[in-house]
């Protein structure tokens, strides 16, 4: 009796086996979208303050490479373009004479008009005061626009040190080493002290918030899946036991490739299979390259 009970037992527990491992649609491990941040400028790595598993907010100023070689090109810059500039004319003090007499010469001209009217003042003296006045004001009007035309070519002279300043100024920004996302920290690639160099990479990061999961389906659920579609997630939780999550297929793949060796899917004869992205949203327990099932 006691022999039979065992068989029955076993027969039951490779039931619920079998019945377990047929309830899924398909299996996958669980990826995330990755991004390796590297150095923006060459030099020391003065500042890098972050660890393996740091959680990141987008913007954060994680640390520096020396600049002090660009700060001192630029303080450079900046001095040259102050001695370019210098060299401009003091226009309103330079006209403030000729703008006087131009005053004097009209006041002048008025005079003589009003005794030429009264017959005190003769034509010629008339046309000598317009004469006059007419030439302070061409003298005037010659004199601005030399004085315009010699700025605008100081200015000229000193636009090409502006620009080379703020290509400074732009270098001198990329020597922050800036978090752009929110995330997670993956991998640290270099420490203080170090030499960084343009594209040397620093550090990986990926947000964990939504993790994807990669799983693979056969030609016969190709046509069942739909982008959008929600699906059933399974996690282990225990040995007998699975934690459940909310899915959305957010990518299909359109070529069949050869069944990896690391999946099983639910017709283990297909040769061929179709790879599909399911965005799963993590509570903080889901793992990059943990295994997980679907169902559709």
Request: hydrophobic share 40%.
């Amino acid at each position: 009796m006691k022999n039979t009970i065992l068989i029955i037992s076993a027969i039951l527990v490779l039931a619920a086996c079998k019945g377990k491992k047929n309830n899924f649609d398909a299996s996958g491990t669980f990826e995330a979208v990755e991004t390796i941040v590297s150095a923006e400028a060459s030099g020391t790595l003065n500042a890098f303050a972050i660890e393996e598993g740091d959680v990141l907010k987008e913007g954060q100023v994680l640390g520096y490479i020396d600049s002090l070689q660009l700060y001192l090109r630029k303080q450079q810059l900046v001095a040259q373009a102050e001695a370019v500039l210098s060299r401009k004319p003091d226009v309103a003090a330079q006209m403030a004479s000729l703008q006087e007499q131009v005053k004097q010469m009209e006041r002048e001209q008025k005079r003589i008009e009003n005794l030429f009217a009264k017959d005190a003042a003769t034509q010629k003296q008339l046309d000598d005061a317009n004469s006059q006045t007419a030439i302070v004001k061409k003298q005037l009007t010659a004199l601005q626009s030399s004085l315009g035309i010699t700025s605008q070519g100081i200015n000229k002279e000193a636009q090409p040190l502006f620009v080379q300043i703020q290509q400074l100024e732009d270098q001198l920004q990329k020597c922050q080493i800036i978090n752009p996302i929110n995330g997670t920290v993956l991998g640290k690639y270099a420490e203080v002290n170090e030499m960084a160099s343009p594209g040397k990479p620093l550090y990986k990061i990926a947000n964990m918030d939504g993790l994807i999961l990669r799983a693979y389906i056969t030609g016969d659920q190709f046509a069942a899946c739909k982008l959008g579609q929600k699906v059933k997630v399974f996690v282990d939780e225990s040995k007998d036991t699975y934690r459940e999550y909310e899915g959305v297929i957010e990518w299909i793949s359109n070529k069949a490739e050869f069944t990896p060796k690391t999946i099983q899917t639910k017709d283990e004869r297909a040769n061929l299979v179709y790879a599909i992205k399911v965005k799963v949203k993590n509570d903080g327990l889901l793992k990059l390259g943990m295994y997980g099932e679907l169902t559709f």
